[in-house]
């Protein structure tokens, strides 16, 4: 690591959990907002270990369920930051799922979560930037970059139209 920026390896997050019933749907497989939860902490861990502050949620992008997840599996979460700018960074999620006897694994989503670092007053304040070492953490970080140049544009298509809506 430099003295300015951080390695992703650093502040990378590996969380799991065990699946029990108050955590599934009608259907008796997990309820999505449960796995939204779980991806939402292993982030914002990810993201004050890369900031050294506290953070918030500012956007998490779609999100595909790729496969249903069963009581008694484990679901297993593997955060690491991709990007950070001034001072938001974006967390990328791979969600995995494996039914602990017979080891059958799926990969059941994956996430990207912007955090913005706040001072002790509750303001955005400056992270340090990512470093990346490897091949993928350079492709996470060029595809980071893009995502948030995406989300800043959607950001302000959605004012646009609600500063629109407020007048009418
Ligand atoms: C996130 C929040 C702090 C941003 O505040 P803001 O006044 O827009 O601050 P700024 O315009 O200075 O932006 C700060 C950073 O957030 C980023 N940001 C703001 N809104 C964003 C969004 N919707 N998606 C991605 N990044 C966003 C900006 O790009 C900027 O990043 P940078 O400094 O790295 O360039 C503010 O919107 C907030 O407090 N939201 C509520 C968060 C919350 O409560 N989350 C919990 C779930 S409800």
Redesign the pocket.
């Known amino acids: 690591m430099t003295s300015s920026g951080k390695h992703p390896h650093i502040s990378a997050t590996h969380q799991e959990h065990l699946v029990r019933p108050q955590h599934t749907n009608a259907h008796g497989t997990v309820f999505g907002g449960e796995v939204v939860s779980w991806v939402d902490i292993a982030a914002a861990c990810c993201a004050m270990r890369h900031s050294s502050t506290q953070v918030?949620?500012?956007?998490i992008d779609a999100m595909a369920f790729l496969s249903p997840i069963h009581v008694g599996w484990v679901v297993c979460l593997d955060a690491s930051v991709n990007f950070a700018?001034?001072?938001?960074c974006e967390v990328g999620v791979k969600v995995t799922a494996f039914n602990p006897v017979t080891g059958e694994r799926h990969h059941t989503a994956t996430a990207y979560l912007?955090f913005?670092a706040?001072d002790s007053y509750g303001r955005?304040t400056p992270i340090p930037p990512v470093e990346p070492q490897t091949a993928d953490e350079h492709r996470r970080y060029a595809a980071g970059q893009k995502r948030r140049e995406e989300?800043?544009r959607l950001?302000a298509a959605l004012q646009g139209r609600g500063a629109k809506t407020v007048a009418t």
């Open positions: 918030v949620t500012a956007s700018a001034r001072t938001s912007t913005v706040l955005p989300r800043l950001k």
